[in-house]
């Protein structure tokens, strides 16, 4: 059978030949006094400022041997330094390598070890972690953004400015982010320039800011999300990015608020506390334009509720980190709730039966293949694992269960890996916890399959309860999930979790749910 190749009804772009830096700062003259990146208290830079000290500190760590064959490790939480340190690397033609901070000292270990990093940058309240991962590794600098006792000062290393050390940009790889190791370890995804050069400009149909735009950045930027799109895509299309170390919703909704927050880019776990949290009547949220739902599947049910009650449009799109990160995403005034939006400018999709590997047609059921510019060049040290990615023909298998319509709107089903076997039947974890979040007493929802000797597998629920909420039973989300789904499609067994285990990027870690 011949594929079947779903191309973007967008038009295609030109992609430009420079560097991730190059292509961030090509406009900063534009808005040169105008904020680039801000904590919204004690630290801010100007476009001109920002610039200014990418290329000085690109400089200084040119003139001490970082430069192309050198990475240097970030572990840090989002401060506006974030992207100066990031930038400075790429313009010395280094190599970044983005680091959890939430990680402990085995798992920085693992990642410094197998990225080969030299250096790493922290922040004081890191420095134990820092150091205890760095011992036995090939790290040989600790830089700090701030001061601390036998550290090198990140201050101390900004120099006389540079413009980009020439690297080739289609095989350089600029960023080793890790993927989230949801199931076993982490493996570096390597991104060259021009994948993340590419992916921003083919954004140019989907994201249309006006002037003045303000971005709330608390997605992390260690994550391809919170990097791509959130740092460099942002600054790239001259918007203000406001950071936030971690998520809280009460300090995210006071910058929304006195920032101004035009954009609310979030993970489907926030959009459910801007649908549900009492405290969002407390806050003037006028100011949001949208919000954007990526890293996971967003309800539809879920987006409406939020929609109404921020008084926005609230839209997702689809990526992974492979992708740099966007493959789908939804053109201004087109959205349609359910779905991820269509494919983006120079990308081809295919769907294929998982199990007989035939290409399927519009409605059909199956695993998304993307092809297009932004597609990793492999993973680090994992050429096994690239060649089950990443086929011959250049078509990134995502792994994830998708359908496309006849307009090439694209719905996220499932992971493959994690659709539940009942009695023949294919259960969509995704498609039961949208259902379970609807119900008035859950908070949060995550459903998992267990072994059955006779239905093979039977959908087994956890749930938060909501503030306020009494005792659920069981027949009482059978009740409720009844009203929406399937009979084969059931919750068949509940557990109350004071919370749900999920990444940094809003994934539920199933794992832990099976292990616990």
């Not at 092809?371 to 492999?378: A, D, E, I, L």
């Not at 990615?389 to 994830?400: E, N, Q, S």
Request: charged content about 20%; proline content about 7%.
């Amino acid at each position: 059978m011949s594929a079947i190749i779903h191309t973007s009804p967008l038009p295609d772009v030109d992609i430009p030949d420079q560097s991730i830096t190059e292509c961030v700062f090509a406009s900063a003259a534009d808005h040169a006094d105008e904020v680039a990146i801000t904590d919204g208290a004690s630290s801010s830079y100007t476009f001109s400022e920002l610039h200014a000290a990418v290329r000085s500190l690109g400089g200084g760590l040119s003139s001490r041997g970082v430069g192309p064959g050198t990475t240097v490790a970030i572990l840090a939480p989002n401060v506006p330094e974030y992207a100066i340190v990031f930038h400075g690397i790429a313009l010395a033609g280094g190599t970044v390598t983005t680091i959890n901070p939430t990680y402990g000292p085995d798992e920085v270990r693992h990642q410094l070890t197998d990225a080969g990093a030299s250096w790493l940058v922290t922040i004081p309240m890191f420095l134990e972690t820092a150091r205890n991962a760095s011992a036995g590794t090939g790290v040989e600098q600790i830089v700090v953004m701030g001061e601390a006792e036998g550290t090198i000062p990140l201050a101390s290393l900004f120099g006389p400015p540079i413009d980009q050390v020439p690297v080739d940009y289609a095989e350089h790889v600029v960023v080793l982010p890790y993927s989230s190791g949801t199931t076993g370890l982490p493996k570096g995804v390597m991104l060259t320039h021009r994948n993340l050069v590419a992916n921003i400009a083919q954004m140019e149909y989907t994201f249309v800011p006006s002037e003045g735009e303000v971005a709330l950045a608390v997605l992390p930027f260690f994550h391809i999300y919170g990097m791509q799109v959130l740092m460099n895509m942002l600054l790239a299309f001259g918007v203000r990015v406001v950071t936030m170390p971690r998520f809280d919703m009460v300090r995210a909704l006071e910058l929304v608020q006195e920032q101004r927050i035009t954009r609310f880019f979030a993970v489907p776990p926030m959009v459910l506390g801007l649908a549900k949290h009492p405290v969002v009547d407390d806050f003037d949220l006028s100011s949001i334009k949208q919000i954007f739902s990526g890293a996971a599947p967003l309800g539809a049910d879920l987006a409406a509720a939020a929609a109404a009650r921020v008084g926005c449009e609230v839209v997702q799109g689809y990526g992974m980190t492979e992708l740099s990160p966007v493959s789908h995403c939804t053109p201004e005034g087109q959205f349609r709730p359910g779905t991820s939006g269509v494919t983006i400018s120079n990308t081809e999709i295919r769907v294929v039966d998982p199990d007989s590997g035939d290409d399927l047609d519009v409605g059909g059921r199956g695993e998304l293949l993307v092809r297009g510019p932004q597609v990793m060049k492999g993973y680090l040290n994992n050429p096994e694992a690239t060649a089950e990615t990443l086929d011959a023909d250049g078509w990134l298998h995502t792994g994830d269960v998708a359908i496309v319509d006849e307009e090439n709107h694209v719905s996220i089903v499932d992971r493959i890996k994690e659709l539940i076997k009942y009695k023949g039947f294919q259960v969509p974890p995704a498609e039961l916890e949208a259902v379970l979040i609807t119900h008035p007493a859950v908070a949060d929802a995550a459903v998992i399959g267990i072994p059955d000797e006779e239905a093979g597998e039977l959908p087994k629920a956890f749930i938060t309860l909501a503030p306020g909420a009494g005792a659920l039973t069981l027949d009482d989300l059978q009740a409720h999930v009844a009203e929406h789904l399937a009979t084969y499609k059931q919750v068949r067994a509940l557990e109350v979790l004071e919370a749900i285990p999920k990444s940094a990027s809003g994934k539920i870690l199933r794992r832990e749910l099976r292990d616990g």
